[in-house]
């Protein structure tokens, strides 16, 4: 059976929190919170969207993102803000596949650049990006705004 690319719809929700809820763990990233509105936006494509690899009834990955929009783009950029591929995937291009996806969706739409983030725990991941095309320009800097923390 050939892998799909397809846009989530409602019935994926639960399938696609458990594949954030991976990734956390495997990043060891902040807890997940509820995602029932920011999913039902990106259902509806004005801010982002997500991006599913299916085959038959099982999903091998996910890629989500944003559309943010910047003066000094002169308009609307992209950015992959989580790439997941199931360990049973891994190897099958799943992840290529996905990214090929976001990008030219981006390209569709008119955005000037796409971009991502790598965590310490996903730096890894570089060379796997840099095939795609993606460049280190900088550093990243935050600040978390959840309950008055600094």
Known sequence: MAVELRNAVAEDER?????????????RSSPVRPLRDSFQQLLGKERGEIVLAVEGPDILGMATVSYNLALRYGGEYCQLEELI??????GKNVGGLLVGRIVD???ARGCAEIGL???ETTEHNRPFYEKYGFKVIGTEM?????????
């Not at 591929?85 to 891994?90: D, G, Q, S």
């Not at 600040?143 to 600094?150: E, F, I, M, N, V």
Request: hydrophobic content about 40%; some cysteine.
């Open 142 to 150: 935050r600040q978390t705004l959840d309950d008055g923390a600094p």
């Open 15 to 27: 399938r696609c929190a458990a594949l954030l809820s991976e990734l956390k763990s495997a990043t």
């Open 105 to 107: 969706n981006a390209k």
């Open 117 to 119: 983030y790598l965590l």
């Open 85 to 90: 591929v199931t360990p049973a995937a891994r």
